[in-house]
């Protein structure tokens, strides 16, 4: 009854909005939903409007609005800014919202239902990390060497594409056990042109190391892989935010019981898809640092391994290189 009551209260304050909003200039209507999702806790409020606003206007960041301050949306567009406005109120992700999101200075397009990972600010420097790697490589094996890139749960593409579209003779094979980011990737490396040189398949990684619905030649190793895994502890999948654990698909997000567990059956099996020399790069939980370091000590297929801080200072990457 309480629930019925606010919601109620909700859609009345939400209908007062919109009228006074109608008819309002750009940084009238920044001003006045920033205001309305601060009231009901949306996190990121102005940068959250700002994205929507931008997205109907069709700019191509953020920057732009200052642009357009005092244009005032058409009907049409002022309705979908109501449908998008709504959406978040009831947190849904900014990236579901606009249906799509900027990776490495790249547009990747964004699918809520079903729902596709959203990639974070973080992995950018995975992307960083595993760009160097190749660079090394490279440089080890001579200008004509073409790198062979294998990713584990390739989500919206992110990594991968941004991978390619740094290293003109990379080739990357991807999987993931979620079909709707099979298809969300494959969309988004022909919208990039990327397509010639990426490969997109369904297929599940088992703890056994099997991994079903996809098979490799033995003849092909590859050079280096990438994985942002799920690592995040069962037990802590319900505490998350509303943002996450509403929207999100939660098989990229659980990692079972400590987190590890699809980083652990990557680390082991890893051996038999790479090539001597070969890098790992994972994203992790600064938590789980210990614990890979002595999977990784156990396998006794490592050269060594490093970890790496994200843009924020946390120790969030693993680097391991194949005997």
Not at 71 to 91: A, F, G, P, S
Not at 195 to 223: N, Q
Not at 263 to 269: C, D, G, L, S, V
Request: glycine residues 6%.
């Amino acid at each position: 009854m309480i629930h019925s009551y606010r919601a109620m209260l909700s859609r009345i304050h939400a209908s007062a909005l919109n009228r006074h909003t109608s008819g309002k200039a750009v940084k009238h209507l920044i001003q006045c939903w920033t205001k309305k999702f601060e009231e009901n806790q949306v996190p990121e409020a102005e940068i959250s409007i700002k994205h929507i606003i931008s997205s109907i206007l069709g700019l191509q960041n953020v920057t732009r609005l200052d642009t357009v301050r005092n244009q005032i949306l058409t009907d049409d567009e002022y309705h979908r800014l109501l449908v998008k406005t709504d959406l978040r109120l009831k947190r849904m992700p900014v990236q579901y919202v606009i249906g799509e999101w900027d990776f490495c200075g790249l547009t990747m397009k964004m699918s809520q239902s079903p729902s596709v990972f959203i990639p974070r600010p973080e992995t950018e420097d995975l992307v960083s990390i595993a760009s160097e790697l190749v660079h090394q490589l490279t440089a080890e094996e001579g200008n004509l060497f073409k790198p062979y890139c294998f990713e584990i749960g390739c989500g919206s593409g992110a990594i991968s594409l941004a991978l390619l579209s740094r290293h003109d003779k990379l080739r990357c094979m991807a999987i993931d056990a979620n079909p709707a980011a099979v298809s969300l990737s494959r969309l988004n490396s022909e919208l990039l042109g990327l397509a010639d040189r990426a490969s997109f398949s369904i297929a599940k990684l088992e703890d056994d190391g099997a991994i079903h619905g996809f098979s490799t030649p033995d003849s092909i190793k590859y050079d280096i892989l990438v994985s942002n895994p799920p690592y995040i502890p069962t037990g802590e999948i319900s505490g998350l935010e509303p943002e996450i654990f509403r929207y999100e698909d939660h098989l990229a997000l659980d990692g079972g019981p400590d987190g590890t567990r699809l980083i652990e059956t990557i680390i082991r099996n890893s051996p038999k898809w790479l090539r001597g020399g070969a890098f790992i790069v994972l994203e992790i939980d600064p938590r789980q640092t210990k614990i890979i370091q002595l999977i990784s000590q156990d396998c006794g297929s490592y050269a060594g391994i490093s970890v790496r801080k994200d843009c924020f200072g946390v120790d969030r990457f693993v680097v391991l290189r194949c005997k």
